[in-house]
């Protein structure tokens, strides 16, 4: 169900230019309020409340969770929000409201009541065998009473529903979001109920041509309220949202911004880290912001050493601690230099797949059995691909010290002619940024994967490009292309020409020598050139091997095959003078629509080092020993 009016969540006004350094944030989001009032359709009468500008932090605030087991009604037709004329429903067959008979007589097609249960979080497809396949509109109930403090404000608080949620509570409509891997906020302090709330949501992830992801990926388009989901009580005036993070190029200089939301903006505001000697007082405008500038003798952040400072964030009616690292990411001609030293990122890829249990991955659990075994293979950095993970893998790669590429699912072939699909994508990264930016973990944003070379395409990703940088100067922005390879007389030249290169701080380049083309051994003649004079991630190699599948070397879907291609890239890398880091295709098995092939795939992709159970494959300790030979060794000068 597609509406014209349908709004992005945060967009709307950003037009391409992500505007959250610049001193109007505040500006941006009263209009980004604004826009929403208007735009959205409010199928109660009432006008729909807006999708709230993000609370930073929920963890470190009043929150009651939502989580557990909601009613949940399968609508593949979509009944509970359309007539059979495909017009919206606004009467009580409308689901959202959650309507009873009031007589033996009277006729409800619908009750949540009798409708089963599914957990929340989690995706619909692994919890019912019948779901495994589907795509299109679930609807979720959850029943809630709340005593709310008088004077405090409250908020819902979404990780994240893939694809399309609209939300409704107490049969009222709160509006939409759009993109099933980032987080949305609504406030509802004006319509809770002490007793009796019922929060409903539709929540549909079928594929569309113009969206983000569009209709073709190598993953499972699981469905679902697929993150927790919480109540934040918040003081009327709160601290909405913070920036306290070194300045580029520095190891000691911290800049950054507080934002106040709420009546009494203009209020003095203490930055303080306690172990650091640190208590700063700063003065917000009269838009509730101020510019946060002071220097400090930090220990700097690292894999080697995860050092976190709690910090101290107060203004005179709230208070929020944090936990934050501190550490600088800069490239210096074709090498990476963290805390100002040259650093090769010894990484691995990894898709937001549960380690043990199927499914969407999501809370600390899953994000540190999975880091724990990048961290066992001697990662210092990880490749969240295609899309922004959980909050609670970024808290954890903070406390593991590994350093994270983070992407949003600009993935193979989107609209790039589609203004709308260049908001989402925009919106997808305004929202990934607005959550993790005080991560010291987060070093790369990636703004797209495998994305054909186009006038269109390069418009496309010079925008997204020019909105991280724009939005976070600290951080480096790369994306995953791909390049052609000429043959040379009995070698081969890889030559990276991709046009959009000279716009990226560091170059990400997928390659499939030895799976998808040619054989294991080709990259022994295989050389690589740039033109470009900036560092080379390969952000993507590998093959598939079914765990416990034994053959000869030449063998497909052995493990001796994966080792042998693994053994044969490593040795070709390592010629590359400018590779600067690496993440192989891929951590584990993932499930994967496109994987068909009975016995080997069995709709998984087995290019995992890593089991779908758990089971390292050979490869997995090829890699190992390279990682423990590089951290052995001398790092550049
Ligand atoms: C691509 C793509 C991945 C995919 C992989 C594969 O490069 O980026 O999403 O899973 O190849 O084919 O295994």
């Given at each position: 169900?597609r509406?014209?009016?349908?709004?992005?969540?945060?967009?709307?006004?950003?037009?391409g230019?992500?505007?959250?350094?610049?001193?109007?944030?505040?500006?941006?989001n009263f209009?980004?309020?604004l826009?929403?009032?208007?735009?959205?359709?409010?199928?109660?009468?009432?006008?729909a409340a807006?999708?709230?500008?993000?609370?930073?932090?929920?963890?470190?605030?009043?929150?009651t969770?939502?989580?557990?087991?909601?009613?949940?009604?399968?609508?593949?037709y979509?009944?509970?929000?359309?007539?059979?004329?495909?017009q919206?429903?606004?009467n009580?067959?409308?689901?959202?409201?959650?309507?009873?008979?009031?007589?033996?007589?009277e006729?409800?097609?619908y009750?949540?009541?009798?409708?089963?249960?599914?957990?929340?979080?989690?995706?619909?497809?692994?919890?019912?065998?019948?779901?495994?396949?589907?795509?299109?509109s679930?609807?979720?109930?959850?029943?809630?009473?709340?005593?709310?403090?008088?004077?405090?404000?409250?908020?819902?608080?979404?990780?994240?529903?893939?694809?399309?949620?609209?939300?409704?509570?107490?049969?009222?409509?709160?509006?939409e979001?759009e993109?099933?891997?980032?987080?949305?906020?609504?406030?509802?302090?004006?319509?809770?109920?002490?007793?009796?709330?019922?929060?409903?949501?539709?929540?549909?992830?079928t594929?569309?041509?113009d969206?983000?992801p569009?209709?073709?990926?190598?993953?499972?388009?699981?469905?679902?309220?697929?993150r927790?989901?919480s109540?934040?009580?918040?003081?009327?005036?709160?601290?909405?949202?913070y920036?306290?993070?070194?300045?580029k190029?520095?190891?000691?200089?911290?800049?950054?911004?507080?934002?106040?939301?709420?009546?009494?903006?203009?209020?003095?505001v203490?930055?303080?880290?306690?172990?650091?000697?640190?208590?700063?007082?700063?003065?917000?405008?009269?838009?509730?912001?101020?510019?946060l500038?002071?220097?400090?003798?930090?220990?700097?952040?690292?894999?080697?050493?995860?050092?976190?400072y709690?910090?101290?964030?107060?203004?005179?009616?709230?208070?929020?601690?944090?936990?934050?690292?501190?550490?600088?990411?800069?490239?210096?001609r074709?090498?990476?230099l963290?805390?100002?030293?040259?650093?090769?990122?010894?990484?691995?890829?990894?898709?937001?797949?549960?380690?043990?249990?199927?499914?969407?991955?999501?809370?600390?659990d899953?994000?540190r059995?999975?880091?724990?075994?990048?961290?066992?293979?001697?990662?210092?950095?990880?490749?969240?691909?295609?899309y922004?993970?959980?909050?609670?893998?970024?808290?954890?790669?903070?406390?593991?010290?590994?350093?994270?590429?983070?992407?949003?699912p600009?993935y193979?072939?989107?609209?790039?002619e589609?203004?709308q699909?260049?908001h989402?994508?925009?919106?997808q990264?305004?929202e990934?940024?607005a959550?993790?930016?005080?991560?010291?973990?987060?070093?790369?944003?990636?703004v797209?994967?495998?994305?054909?070379?186009?006038?269109?395409?390069?418009?496309?990703?010079?925008q997204?490009?020019?909105?991280?940088?724009?939005?976070?100067?600290?951080?480096?922005?790369?994306?995953?292309?791909?390049s052609n390879?000429?043959?040379?007389g009995?070698?081969?030249?890889?030559?990276?020409?991709?046009?959009?290169?000279s716009?990226?701080?560091?170059?990400?380049?997928?390659e499939?020598?030895?799976?998808?083309t040619?054989r294991?051994?080709?990259?022994?003649?295989?050389?690589w050139?740039?033109?470009?004079?900036?560092?080379?991630?390969?952000?993507?190699?590998?093959?598939?091997?079914?765990f416990?599948?034994?053959?000869?070397?030449?063998?497909?879907?052995?493990?001796?095959y994966q080792?042998?291609?693994?053994e044969?890239q490593i040795a070709?890398?390592?010629?590359?003078?400018f590779?600067?880091?690496m993440?192989?295709?891929?951590l584990?098995?993932?499930?994967?629509?496109?994987?068909?092939l009975?016995?080997?795939?069995?709709?998984?992709?087995?290019?995992?080092?890593?089991?779908?159970?758990?089971?390292?494959?050979?490869?997995?300790?090829?890699?190992?020993?390279?990682?423990?030979?590089?951290q052995?060794?001398?790092?550049?000068?």
């Amino acid at each position: 169900m597609r509406n014209a009016v349908r709004c992005t969540a945060n967009s709307q006004f950003d037009s391409g230019t992500l505007d959250y350094t610049a001193s109007d944030h505040f500006m941006t989001n009263f209009l980004r309020w604004l826009t929403f009032a208007l735009c959205l359709p409010s199928l109660s009468g009432q006008g729909a409340a807006q999708v709230a500008p993000l609370l930073a932090n929920i963890n470190a605030r009043q929150t009651t969770s939502l989580d557990g087991q909601w009613q949940a009604i399968v609508d593949p037709y979509d009944v509970g929000a359309l007539d059979y004329r495909a017009q919206p429903l606004k009467n009580n067959s409308a689901f959202y409201k959650n309507y009873k008979p009031q007589s033996e007589s009277e006729l409800v097609e619908y009750d949540f009541d009798t409708s089963g249960q599914l957990h929340v979080p989690g995706d619909w497809n692994t919890q019912r065998e019948q779901l495994l396949f589907y795509e299109g509109s679930v609807w979720y109930k959850r029943s809630f009473d709340y005593t709310k403090s008088l004077k405090n404000r409250l908020f819902l608080h979404f990780g994240a529903c893939n694809y399309l949620a609209a939300v409704y509570l107490n049969g009222e409509e709160l509006g939409e979001h759009e993109g099933g891997f980032t987080p949305f906020d609504f406030e509802i302090t004006d319509r809770v109920r002490a007793q009796g709330n019922f929060l409903v949501l539709r929540v549909n992830n079928t594929r569309g041509r113009d969206q983000v992801p569009t209709v073709n990926t190598d993953w499972w388009n699981y469905g679902g309220i697929t993150r927790p989901v919480s109540l934040v009580e918040v003081p009327q005036t709160f601290v909405q949202d913070y920036w306290v993070q070194l300045e580029k190029g520095s190891t000691r200089q911290i800049t950054g911004w507080l934002q106040l939301n709420g009546p009494k903006l203009e209020q003095k505001v203490t930055i303080r880290i306690p172990e650091a000697g640190v208590s700063k007082t700063f003065q917000t405008n009269s838009m509730g912001r101020a510019e946060l500038s002071f220097s400090a003798d930090l220990a700097l952040w690292s894999p080697e050493n995860p050092k976190l400072y709690r910090v101290e964030i107060a203004s005179e009616t709230d208070q929020v601690i944090e936990s934050i690292g501190f550490r600088s990411i800069e490239v210096r001609r074709t090498d990476i230099l963290l805390n100002g030293k040259s650093v090769f990122l010894r990484g691995i890829s990894l898709h937001e797949e549960a380690p043990v249990h199927p499914g969407r991955a999501w809370g600390d659990d899953d994000a540190r059995t999975l880091l724990s075994w990048a961290k066992e293979l001697g990662c210092n950095f990880v490749r969240l691909a295609h899309y922004p993970h959980d909050e609670s893998m970024l808290r954890m790669a903070d406390q593991m010290g590994l350093m994270v590429w983070a992407e949003v699912p600009v993935y193979w072939t989107i609209q790039w002619e589609n203004p709308q699909t260049l908001h989402n994508a925009e919106n997808q990264l305004n929202e990934v940024i607005a959550r993790d930016h005080n991560r010291a973990a987060l070093i790369i944003y990636s703004v797209a994967n495998e994305t054909p070379v186009s006038d269109a395409r390069n418009r496309f990703l010079r925008q997204l490009i020019q909105d991280a940088h724009a939005a976070d100067a600290t951080r480096l922005v790369s994306a995953a292309l791909q390049s052609n390879q000429v043959a040379d007389g009995n070698r081969m030249t890889i030559h990276i020409t991709d046009p959009i290169a000279s716009d990226l701080d560091v170059l990400g380049n997928n390659e499939y020598i030895g799976w998808y083309t040619g054989r294991p051994e080709d990259t022994d003649s295989t050389d690589w050139i740039s033109e470009y004079g900036k560092p080379l991630i390969m952000s993507e190699f590998g093959g598939d091997a079914l765990f416990g599948y034994h053959g000869d070397a030449h063998t497909r879907w052995t493990e001796e095959y994966q080792k042998n291609l693994y053994e044969h890239q490593i040795a070709m890398l390592k010629r590359i003078p400018f590779l600067r880091g690496m993440t192989p295709w891929i951590l584990k098995d993932f499930r994967s629509p496109r994987r068909t092939l009975p016995r080997f795939e069995n709709y998984f992709n087995r290019k995992g080092l890593v089991s779908d159970r758990g089971e390292k494959k050979e490869a997995f300790f090829v890699l190992q020993k390279l990682y423990r030979e590089l951290q052995g060794a001398q790092p550049r000068k």
